[in-house]
């Protein structure tokens, strides 16, 4: 059965000292995740430029990568379900990012994206593929997978019949590269997630679940609504049929993270209220 389990980047804001993220995790645990994802700039320190890009789109990574992830995640009963990366860091030093993956018992390092990438360049997103295959065949010789995490870009078109994450699954290997599916994503770009999930099949081996709609205070001045993340179970996604497709196809993980607009502006709650749906996931 999957480990129910929550990615690091939601929780930057309550990471920023030792006693913080163990109170932060041992919170996670006690409502009934087992996991965690870990994210390669959130366990090391960073520069300053990328602390302002990830604080600008509203989700500061805080002080956490000044702290030891191996012992935290140890001492709070936690398994580290996969290792977000960058492909420029897989191919400076794939051996690297295996080495580390594989001292926190996990198997997956999944790529988060291209930063100022433009998806709906067709040649590039065909050498994007190319990329993805070489990068996914040095790790598995280091006996780690790659995954590919999608967000809304890859629904744009490359031409009249095809969109981005069309050639991405066309293109590359299921021996080297296979995905991590965030379906809130691509329901947020307007797309089926779940004919998108059925269409991967198992080639899904991880999936990022978030629930989409609004949270509104009190009447509405516009009939307009501005959707958002929203706690597992309380937006207007399908969530019970993709968690079907998701338990059909054997994922390894379900893993949360949602958006800032956390209830009462904490990642934690917002994660206790949204493990009350995981909760349901067969353990």
């Known amino acids: 059965m999957p480990k129910k389990a929550v990615q690091q980047f ?3 804001t309550v ?3 030792e006693t913080q993220a163990r109170e932060t995790l041992a919170a996670l645990k006690n409502a009934g995740y087992d996991g965690i994802e870990l994210c390669g700039f959130m366990i090391h320190p960073i520069g300053f430029m990328v602390k302002l890009l990830t604080k600008a789109a509203g989700m500061p990574v ?3 990568g000044n702290l030891d992830w191996h012992k935290l995640v140890q001492e709070a009963g936690l398994s580290v379900v996969s290792l977000h990366t960058d492909l420029g860091s897989l191919e400076r030093d794939a051996k690297a990012v295996a080495q580390e993956a594989r001292s926190f018992g996990t198997r997956y390092v999944v790529i988060t994206g291209m930063y100022r990438f433009d998806y709906g360049d067709e040649v590039a997103v065909h ?3 190319a990329r993805l295959n070489k990068a ?3 790790l598995l010789q280091e006996g780690v997978e790659l995954l590919y995490h999608n967000h809304n870009c890859e ?7 095809k969109r981005a994450y069309d050639i991405l699954l066309e293109e590359t290997d299921p021996r080297f590269v296979n995905f991590e599916f965030d379906s809130y994503w691509f329901t947020e770009g307007g797309a089926n997630a779940l004919a998108w999930m059925q269409r991967l099949g198992t080639r899904m081996k991880l999936w990022h679940i978030n629930d989409r709609g609004s ?3 009190g009447p509405a001045v516009t009939p307009i609504l501005k959707t958002d993340s929203m706690e597992l179970g309380t937006g207007n996604m399908d969530l019970d049929s993709l968690l079907e497709q998701a338990l059909k196809v054997n994922v390894d993980a379900v893993i949360l993270e949602s958006h800032r607009n956390w209830i009462d502006g904490s990642p934690v709650k917002s994660a206790q ?3 009350q749906f995981l909760n349901r996931v067969p353990g």
């Not at 629904?155 to 019949?161: F, G, H, M, T």
Request: net charge positive; charged share 20%; hydrophobic share 40%.
């Open 10 to 12: 939601m929780l930057g």
């Open 215 to 217: 949270r509104v205070q």
């Open 15 to 17: 990471l920023n000292n």
């Open 136 to 138: 996914g065949e040095t």
């Open 62 to 64: 805080g002080k956490g």
């Open 155 to 161: 629904l744009r078109r490359v031409n009249a019949q």
């Open 127 to 129: 050498d994007l593929a």
């Open 273 to 275: 209220v949204s493990a």
